[in-house]
């Protein structure tokens, strides 16, 4: 018996308008009723600020402290500390 690792990348993240897009093709979804699912989904921290019209982070953006910021969270805390700790 042999195993073979499959990873699929994480998908890229979406600007507002290309999330509307995908919402109102893929799932029958007005503008309206996914940028309210979106802020729901942002404000029970599941996703970043849905109206955010980039994908890229500047230069100077604190990718260590936003991690570390995030090691006391309940689902996710454990996580951010091994990500600070191994990379």
């Known amino acids: 018996i042999t195993t073979k690792e499959d990873r ?3 998908p890229q993240a979406l600007n ?4 509307l897009k ?5 799932l029958g979804i007005g503008p309206q009723q996914a940028m309210h ?5 942002y404000l029970g ?4 600020y849905p109206r955010t019209e980039t994908n890229t982070y500047p230069p100077n ?3 260590r402290g936003t991690v570390q910021v995030q ?6 805390g454990q996580y951010a500390q091994e990500l600070l700790r191994n990379g």
Do not use: C, I, K, N
Not at 37 to 41: G, I, K, S
């Open 8 to 10: 699929t990348p994480r």
């Open 16 to 19: 507002t308008v290309a999330m």
């Open 22 to 26: 995908m919402a109102s093709s893929r």
């Open 37 to 41: 699912m979106a802020e729901r989904l």
């Open 45 to 48: 921290g599941w996703m970043t």
């Open 61 to 63: 953006f604190d990718l």
């Open 71 to 76: 090691t006391s969270h309940p689902h996710w």
